[in-house]
């Protein structure tokens, strides 16, 4: 996988990742361009599902409970959700897998 980051310019870069600058929208055009995005609770994970993009949330159930964090995301047929008490929690082999499984 090739991984881009979007994000404001003032956001770390992650490790292994390509950044563009450009305005929201042209995050939004890149996003649609990929085969499928994974991201946090974020507006760019809510554009995605508009568009029935495949995606993968990763989310935190510290706050709202494991039970209901399925209220708090997209609902999105070709997406997928993943949840731990902390979003670093989540198993990469995971996070790996779902994407295996949404690019088939």
């Known amino acids: 996988?090739?991984?881009l980051q979007i994000g404001g310019p003032d956001e770390p870069q992650l490790a292994a990742t390509r950044t563009?600058?450009?305005?929201?929208?042209?995050s939004v055009r890149h996003v649609l361009g990929c085969r499928a995005l994974i991201h946090t609770d974020t507006g760019m994970g809510w554009v995605a599902s508009g568009y029935q993009h495949r995606q993968i949330g990763l989310y935190s159930h510290a706050?709202?409970?494991e039970d209901?964090?399925?209220n708090i995301q997209p609902q999105n047929p070709n997406g997928r959700?993943?949840?731990?008490g902390n979003v670093n929690e989540i198993a990469l082999d995971s996070i790996i897998n779902q994407l295996t499984l949404l690019l088939s």
């Open 1 to 3: 996988f090739n991984v």
């Open 68 to 70: 209901k964090v399925a």
């Open 20 to 26: 563009l600058p450009g305005s929201y929208f042209d």
């Open 81 to 84: 959700y993943l949840s731990a």
């Open 63 to 65: 706050y709202y409970g």
